[in-house]
């Protein structure tokens, strides 16, 4: 199942675009290589006026500059990979807790309201793989389920927690050491305007909790599927 404004090769050349389909490495995901349209990518846009909202697939899912909003709890999720993809910003600007709110131009997944604040699920059985993803402030908890996370241009709400599972339940940080059944924390990863990074858990590797509070939980909490 594909979500796309355009075919993706109207954004990227062929080999680009060769080397995005068909590479289980998946360089647009992994690697610092920029992302660089060809054209001013548009979005795709869906609203549920309703409560609840489930996208699901047998085989990869692929969401590509697509906004999703729903009254109720968010669930996206696939028996295969999971593929969310932002082409609206430029990767070589450097980020920082200082521009991250003006220079990042992500996919955006909305749940809840003002009056009942919402969850987002975002299970894949192999591996979610995300470059440029960001939260509505009603999001009030957050899961990602998968035997391997790849996060990249990611943006979670200052007010949110966050619970990420992978089968090792260990985080890594920098493409360079991704590891499969790992989070691996590619780049650019903020919980609101604080970067995460190694210092943003705790020294005690077998807690893999955050540092940051949200209330009195965890803001980001790491577990392994033996949990």
Not at 45 to 59: A, E, Q
Not at 81 to 88: A, C, D, H, V, Y
């Amino acid at each position: 199942m594909h979500f796309r404004s355009k075919s993706i090769s109207d954004y990227f050349d062929g080999d680009f675009v060769e080397q995005y389909l068909n590479d289980p490495q998946d360089p647009v995901f992994l690697s610092d290589q920029q992302i660089t349209p060809q054209s001013s990518p548009g979005k795709i846009t869906v609203k549920n006026h309703g409560k609840d909202l489930g996208i699901g697939s047998f085989d990869k899912l692929e969401l590509i500059d697509l906004d999703l909003s729903t009254q109720g709890h968010l669930a996206v999720g696939t028996l295969n990979e999971l593929k969310i993809l932002s082409t609206r910003f430029d990767e070589s600007i450097e980020f920082s807790d200082q521009n991250i709110e003006t220079v990042l131009n992500l996919n955006k997944f909305s749940a809840g309201s003002s009056q009942k604040k919402g969850e987002v699920f975002l299970y894949a059985n192999d591996r979610i793989a995300i470059n440029g993803l960001g939260f509505g402030s009603d999001v009030r908890e957050i899961y990602m389920d998968a035997i391997t996370l790849d996060l990249k241009n990611v943006k979670f709400p200052n007010s949110s927690e966050v619970m990420l599972k992978s089968k090792l339940g260990y985080p890594t940080f920098g493409h360079q050491d991704r590891k499969v059944g790992h989070v691996n924390f590619i780049k650019n990863v903020y919980h609101g305007r604080d970067h995460v990074d190694s210092s943003f858990f705790s020294a005690d590797p077998s807690l893999r909790v955050s540092n940051k509070k949200v209330g009195t939980a965890p803001a980001i909490k790491i577990s392994s599927h033996s949990k």
